[in-house]
Structure formats: structure tokens, C-alpha cells
């Protein structure tokens, strides 16, 4: 029973919102001065020449609570104006007795509170259906995180396989003695271990960076990517994209091969209070790239979820190696350490 009367309420609450704009409004209060004075036609035998307003303070009340001040001001008007026209003798007759017009302005100022409290009313009806779609909004978000984080991790899973299977067949070449191998193949685990368990609130991007490319470490060369202290956000961030692109490339590009290099920069760019990190990522010397038929989850980690928050991502798939850009605001990647240790 309760639910049913909350659900009725922010339903309630959803048609006022909804629709108190524009001309709606007064088509309320209209309508209900127009119910009020039929209603009280209808009782003109029950009561008489007495008790002119009694229908008419609820309609004055209903279309401020819709509209706000100035269609409860507008009900009020109308309603003096049916009084005077068909209740107040001689009915049906504009002429006015100096008692019947201090009724009028009695009416008048006892129904300005009721305008009063409805746009008190029309204002909660409104914060009430604020705060619901704010806390659908949330619910959304966090759904849409939920989603994304379970599809990671799927996904990262999936990725982690692919790269050990990368590694070893790397590592195990015919030309290779076994026992050199062997060592090759345990160094390069522990270094996919080291950069699969990344944690901590003191990360910067050079270390993180680091962890990630050391199982081709020989094959990669980063530059100028500094000892930026990270968010634990933004080194979330970042090790996803780092983590996906040293994928990718280790299954189909430039890692997947012996001959095949990754150039990888940094860099802080802007004045201070509004300085841009920009990574660069550019393979060569790896197979001929083709694109991909669709859009996968890798797109999503490394475009569009660096969209969400604020940030400018593009992948190009050229024939000759796979180049990706990131840029970021530095304030949402870094975190002030002055601040932290406070």
C-alpha cells in the first residue's frame, strides 16, 4: 500500500514537472475556476446567498501548487470575477454593493496565504522530481560503471592468457637453447605478474609505465615520461589503456614480432593551472595492421572510456603500425602531494 501512494506521488510529481511550463499552467487554473464556480451554481440551493468562496479556495490552491505564484495569482483573479458575476446578488450582473466588495477584497487577502503555500508546494513537487532523476542518474552511472568493470575484467583475463601464450611462443624459439629459455620465459612472468597487480596511491607514470612494457622491454622505447604522481584514479586509468595497447600489440602488432619497435612518449603541456598530460604511442616494423571489422571492448577502454571522464583518445590503425593518442588535464590524472599529506 505504501509503495503504490510513493509511486503515485513521484508520478504525481512527474506530470507537475512536466508539464507547469508554458501555457499549461493557466489552462489548470482556468479549468479549475470553472469546475469551482459550476460546483458552486450547483449548491446555490444548499447554501444560498452564503459562503460565495467555499469552492473556490481549493481551485486557487490547486493551480498555484501546478504552476507556481503567478497561475495561482491568475485563479484568484478569475475567481473574483465569478463571484462577482454569478453569486453576489443580483446575480448574472457586474453591479457591486459596497458590503459585496469588501467581501471580494476579504476573499482576496484571506486566499493570497493559499497562493502562498502552493507555490511552496509547486517548488517541493519539483525538488522532489529533481532529486529522483538525480538518483536515476546515479543508479545509471553506477550500473554503467558495474558494467564496464565486469566487462574489464573479462576482458583482462582474456588479455593476460593471450599475452602468456605471446610470451611463450616468443620466448620457446627453435634457435634458443632450452635452458636460456626457460630463465627468459620465468623473467618475463614475473614481470607480467609485477604489472598485472598494480596498486597503491604513489604511482607515477614513469614507474607504471615501466611495469607494464617489462616483459618487452627490450623492444620499447619510452620517453620523457616523468615521475608524474598519479590519482589512484588516474593510475587505474592509465594502466588499463597501457595494459591494452601492450596487448593488442603483443597479439597482432608490432610485439608480435621480433623486428617490430613501440615508441612511447610523454608529456606535460599548458600553463600550470591548466597543463595537459599527452601520451604517444606508435608501432612499426610489425605485420601489416588491418583494422578491425567492429568496434570491440579494447575500443571502449581505450576511446570511450577515456571519454567519460573528460579526456580526448584516438587510435589510428595505419598500414605500417597502430598510433594512439591520449590527452588528459593533468589535475585529473596527478595528485597534489602537499594536499595529500595534509
Not at 460565495?52 to 495561482?72: K, Q, R, V
Not at 473574483?80 to 454593493?97: H, K, M, N, T
Not at 616468443?170 to 636460456?180: I, W
Not at 570511450?304 to 590527452?327: T, W
Amino acid at each position: 500500500m505504501l509503495s503504490r501512494v510513493a509511486n503515485w506521488t513521484v508520478g504525481a510529481a512527474e506530470f507537475v514537472t512536466r508539464h507547469s511550463q508554458g501555457r499549461w499552467p493557466y489552462v489548470v487554473a482556468i479549468a479549475a475556476v470553472g469546475v469551482a464556480t459550476v460546483a458552486r451554481v450547483a449548491l446555490q440551493d444548499v447554501v444560498g446567498f452564503r459562503l460565495f468562496f467555499i469552492t473556490y479556495f481549493p481551485a486557487i490552491g490547486l493551480a498555484a501548487a501546478f504552476g507556481g505564484f503567478l497561475p495561482g495569482l491568475t485563479a484568484l483573479i478569475l475567481s473574483v470575477l465569478a463571484i462577482w458575476y454569478f453569486s453576489l446578488p443580483p446575480q448574472l450582473s457586474l453591479a457591486l454593493g459596497e458590503m459585496d466588495a469588501l467581501q471580494l477584497a476579504l476573499f482576496a487577502i484571506a486566499a493570497l496565504p493559499l497562493i502562498v503555500v502552493g507555490w511552496i508546494l509547486h517548488a517541493a513537487i519539483h525538488l522532489l522530481f529533481q532529486q529522483r532523476q538525480e538518483i536515476e542518474r546515479s543508479r545509471s552511472r553506477e550500473a554503467r560503471q558495474q558494467a564496464l568493470l565486469i566487462g574489464e575484467l573479462g576482458h583482462r583475463i582474456g588479455n593476460l592468457f593471450a599475452l602468456v601464450e605471446s610470451i611463450a611462443l616468443r620466448t620457446f624459439r627453435a634457435d634458443l637453447p632450452f635452458s636460456e629459455a626457460k630463465k627468459m620465459f620465468q623473467a618475463r612472468m614475473s614481470a607480467l605478474s609485477a604489472a598485472s597487480q598494480v596498486a597503491g596511491s604513489d604511482l607515477t607514470v614513469d614507474v607504471l609505465l615501466d611495469l607494464q612494457i617489462a616483459p618487452f622491454h627490450d623492444q620499447v622505447d619510452a620517453h620523457r615520461c616523468a615521475a608524474i604522481h598519479l590519482s589512484p584514479g588516474g593510475a587505474q586509468q592509465l594502466s588499463l589503456i597501457f595494459h591494452e595497447l601492450i596487448t593488442n600489440a603483443a597479439k597482432y602488432g608490432a610485439l608480435s614480432t621480433p623486428s617490430g619497435r613501440v615508441a612511447i612518449s610523454c608529456e606535460v603541456a599548458g600553463p600550470p593551472e591548466k597543463a595537459d598530460f599527452i601520451f604517444k604511442w606508435v608501432e612499426t616494423g610489425g605485420p601489416p595492421v588491418i583494422p578491425p571489422a567492429r568496434a570491440g571492448f579494447g575500443t571502449v577502454v581505450l576511446c570511450k572510456s577515456p571519454e567519460y571522464s573528460g579526456a580526448k583518445a584516438r587510435i589510428e590503425y595505419a598500414f605500417d603500425g597502430v598510433r594512439y593518442d591520449f590527452v588528459q588535464r593533468l589535475s585529473l590524472l596527478s595528485v597534489d602531494l602537499d594536499q595529500a599529506k595534509k
